[in-house]
């Protein structure tokens, strides 16, 4: 008898639970198909995940601590990151937004606003650039308070603090903030480039500076140990300018040391920190960029008036410029290479203040404009190709 009673009771019970999961059904009804994704084999729910946006895997990883331990691990992090597309990143002035990400409220910084203005004044937003069919999508983030944004990595940016002047890295992704110290100040000249090295596993920010000498000299900040060391610089008189900004490719950051006439470029070893020369294949013009083009550096030089060459270095231990593309399907005078998408098989230019893009296809070998959604902030330095990561 009283076994019967049990059984009646743990029945009742099971078809109580039963129906309590089926109102959560149909009250949350993304919540019927989370046993069934959560019994997927966990290869095949890695590579579903790797195909969700950044923004999306972060509400992803609250699923399950499955799912959480997944997104978070370090190699989904560096599959994802190798996967997403290139957008371009920028600062753009706008009125106060709501509910924004202000820099200088994370650092609890002081900021002082005139008693007699009657609204805030413009703040400096980020903003992406994703180039797609022909069309320039602009997508705005509600993160402000950078002055500059000095390099990008991995999904990390490098910039200037607009109230304190101080250095950040930031990922717009996950919020994650880290305020540096500053290196050498005053300098004539500057270049900032921010590297991961795959050997330390460590990110490094380099300070290239000038005094009034045209001396150049050299220091790295490791993210790990927070603190600034010199390291010996590039021979005297390789540099005349450091408006380039440098570029990543084949294990070493890159330069053109001059703003026009270069006939060699100054790379650093990321690992060896040791700097040294090559040639190029034809002296630069004011408009020629170096970029980098599926892992291997590339430069992009204008050959008469609409003739574009792109050249191709693979490494640094002696092998030598191999000429890639001969674009002269254009008619669009002055344009400044600004990165490749898509593996390489696009290669996008601007010209200076021009509220576009110019896609070049490599495979159809055709050159189309590609029409900015929005107000252009004008200028080649304005845009930095960026990839929306998890990166810590």
């Keep these: 008898m009283g076994s019967n009673r049990r059984e009646i009771l743990e029945n009742e019970a099971v078809q109580e639970r039963a129906s309590l999961n089926e109102d959560k ?15 997927l084999p966990y290869d095949l729910i890695f590579r579903i995940l790797l195909l969700l946006p950044a923004e999306s895997l972060l509400i992803s990883s609250s699923v399950c ?39 200088e409220d994370k650092l609890g910084l002081l900021v002082n606003y005139s008693i007699f203005s009657k609204s805030e004044p413009l703040r400096s937003y980020i903003n992406f650039v994703k180039v797609q069919g022909g069309r320039c999508k602009v997508i ?6 950078f002055k500059n944004i000095l390099a990008t990595c991995n999904g990390l940016i490098l910039a200037t603090c607009e109230q304190s002047g101080g250095l ?15 290196g050498t100040t005053l300098p004539l000249e500057q270049s900032y480039g921010f590297v991961f090295s795959h050997l330390t596993k460590q990110y490094k ?15 790295i900040l490791s993210l790990n140990t927070r603190s600034w060391r010199g390291v010996d610089g590039p021979s005297f008189g390789l540099f005349t300018s450091l408006v380039h900004k440098p570029v990543t490719a084949i294990g070493a950051l890159h330069w053109l040391p001059s703003s026009n006439n270069c006939s060699f470029i100054v790379s650093m070893g990321i690992d060896d920190e040791k700097f040294r020369t090559s040639s190029l294949p034809i002296s630069s013009t004011p408009n020629d960029r170096l970029v980098e083009i599926g892992g291997f550096l590339s430069f992009v030089t204008h050959v008469g008036f609409r003739r574009l060459d792109v050249w191709m270095l693979k490494g640094l231990e002696g092998e030598g410029w191999v000429k890639q593309h001969i674009i002269t399907s254009y008619r669009v005078p002055d344009l400044v290479p600004v990165s490749a998408l898509r593996c390489g098989r696009e290669l996008i230019f601007q010209v200076n203040g021009a509220p576009c893009f110019y896609a070049y ?32």
């Design 140 to 145: 705005e983030s509600n993160i402000s308070g």
């Design 25 to 39: 059904a149909r009250e949350f009804p993304d919540v019927r198909h989370v046993g069934r994704v959560a019994n």
């Design 168 to 182: 950040l890295v930031l990922n717009p992704v996950t919020r994650k903030l880290s305020a540096l110290p500053l």
């Design 361 to 392: 296809d490599v495979e159809k070998e055709e050159m189309s404009m590609a029409v900015m959604e929005g107000e252009a902030p004008g200028g080649c330095q304005h845009y930095l190709p960026h990839v929306n990561t998890l990166t810590r």
């Design 205 to 219: 920010v380099v300070h290239l500076f000038q005094d009034e000498s045209l001396h150049t000299s050299c220091e």
């Design 65 to 103: 601590k499955e799912w959480f331990s997944l997104i978070n691990s370090s190699d989904f992090i560096e599959a994802h990151a190798h996967q997403s597309e290139t957008v371009f990143i920028f600062l753009k002035k706008a009125s106060p937004r709501l509910k924004s990400f202000k820099i």
